[in-house]
């Protein structure tokens, strides 16, 4: 049986709490503390589980806010939890707010692994009012000293001097999708031989062959309001191939 779930990366340490998504609840972004509202123009500071319309509190998540968004010849740059900015390539697994998890009763490979945000409708149509920037973090080590895994998911990412946040833009009549690794195993930990520093944190180098009862994504996100009001036509939304 195959599943696909969602996890928050609980702020001081505890991990792996579930997100009870089929129940509408998820992520919200917020000002300096629940419920206040992000101005228009600026990243969230806050980043909390709540249900589907972002009036009740949950746990509260690492915040990652989009600093720069990086281009072919620079890497982007996150602010943590308020922190200095510091290079996408450096940012540990564990400081992401979100955890997507496959899993199913016998190993299996995973691939075309693709993310959307979406109008919570239809997911060939972009949030509404809400920018939103995603980064798939693939950096099992929780050293921010060391780099990432060069087995990745986006293309986009491996370019030289890659690490870029993928835009999701909310104009009507447009939507993208961002591919996340394929194949990366238990807690993110499979890459390729192409790496080959012990510091970064891998426990095989299988690649895309690798075959497992279960498969972890972290995933940073930012968002910017582009108008006033709750943002409720706002969505992630995940597909994945086994086999």
Known sequence: MAEINFYANIKDGEKGSGIPHTLGSGLGFYGSSFGVSVPIGSQQVTTFVTNADGTVQGARLNNTAMATSGTLSTKGTVTI???????????????????????????????????????????????????????????????????????????????????????????????????????????????????????????????????STRHDWYVALSSEPESIGSKTQYGLYFTVEYL
Do not use: M
């Not at 809400?130 to 990412?157: C, I, K, M, Q």
């Not at 993208?176 to 970064?200: I, K, M, W």
């Open 81 to 211: 939890n308020g922190q200095s900015p510091i290079s996408l390539e450096n940012l540990p697994n564990y400081l992401c707010p979100l955890n997507i998890r496959f899993s199913h009763s016998t190993p299996v490979r995973v691939q075309n692994c693709k993310l959307r945000i979406f109008d919570r409708n239809n997911i060939d149509k972009p949030a509404s009012g809400v920018t939103t920037w995603v980064y798939e973090a693939r950096h099992p080590s929780e050293l921010e000293t060391v780099g990432s895994l060069n087995f990745r998911g986006n293309s986009d990412e491996t370019a030289s001097n890659g690490y870029r946040w993928k835009e999701f833009d909310p104009t009507p009549g447009q939507y993208d999708e961002l591919t996340l690794t394929s194949s990366p195993g238990v807690s993110g930990f499979n890459t390729n031989t192409t790496d080959t520093d012990a510091a970064l944190g891998y426990t095989s180098r299988s690649g895309i062959s690798l075959v």
